[in-house]
Antibody, heavy 120, light 108 residues
Framework: EVQLVESGGGLVQPGGSLRLSCVAA????????MHWVRQAPGKGLVWVSR????????SYAESVKGRFSISRDNAKNTLYLQMKSLTAEDTAVYYC?????????????WGPGTLVTVSS | EIVLTQSPGTLSLSPGERATLSCRAS???????LAWYQQKPGQAPRLLVY???SRATGIPDRFIGGGSGTDFTLTISRLEPEDFAVYYC?????????FGQGTRLEIK
């Protein structure tokens, strides 16, 4: 059974930094594209970033480019999202998701999410 | 950046009825990169359809995806009580992903 579990969320002050983790199990992590998607309270889904299986292809939404950095450790079956220069607009539940297609363009399996709150 | 616009914002129907949800792209999207998701309150989204018309594993055949170019639809042929939720379309183009703003399907 595919399992994804995010962690690292919490309360952070504006301008601060945070690193999210997503531990994967139940599939061969090193074979799959992985994504981060966020959802502000009461709002819709927003795609954030994705990375291919070996980390050589990365893309970001314009809203986070230059502030967020996606990475992965295939030996630890873990995906990361390093976030800096956080603002209130970054407050959201952050989901990691796995793509099962070779193009990496679907989000087939999702974690339960971790809440990031940016507030003073 | 391709923008997806979903309509209607809210759809009020009764169980047993047919639902048609629309997703319009600001420019042409490859059907290979168009997907639909369902999200219920307090839950993570669930993939329903990928490649515009292929159902994901375990998705009932009452969920039917279609369309091409800039206009895509998700049809639920006969609504079950568990289908009332928020639905999102998503595309990936030029390596950038984007979701529509969602359609809320509510019980009439």
């Amino acid at each position: 059974e595919v399992q994804l579990v995010e962690s690292g969320g919490g309360l952070v002050q504006p301008g601060g930094s945070l690193r999210l983790s997503c531990v994967a199990a139940g599939f061969t992590f090193s074979n799959h594209w992985m994504h981060w998607v966020r959802q502000a309270p009461g709002k819709g889904l927003v795609w954030v970033s994705r990375m291919n299986s070996d980390g050589s292809i990365i893309s970001y939404a314009e809203s986070v480019k230059g502030r967020f950095s996606i990475s992965r450790d295939n030996a630890k079956n873990t995906l990361y999202l390093q976030m800096k220069s956080l603002t209130a607009e970054d407050t959201a539940v952050y989901y990691c998701a796995m793509s099962s297609v070779t193009s990496g363009t679907t989000n087939d399996y999702w974690g339960p999410g971790t809440l990031v709150t940016v507030s003073s | 950046e391709i923008v997806l616009t979903q309509s209607p914002g809210t759809l009020s129907l009764s169980p047993g009825e047919r639902a048609t949800l629309s997703c319009r792209a600001s420019e042409s999207v490859s059907i290979n990169y168009l997907a639909w998701y369902q999200q219920k309150p307090g839950q993570a989204p669930r993939l329903l359809v990928y490649g515009a018309s292929s159902r994901a594993t375990g998705i009932p055949d009452r969920f039917i995806g279609g369309g091409s170019g800039t206009d895509f639809t998700l049809t639920i042929s006969r609504l079950e009580p568990e289908d009332f939720a928020v639905y999102y379309c998503q595309q990936h183009s030029r390596s950038i992903g984007a979701f529509g703003q969602g359609t809320r399907l509510e019980i009439k």
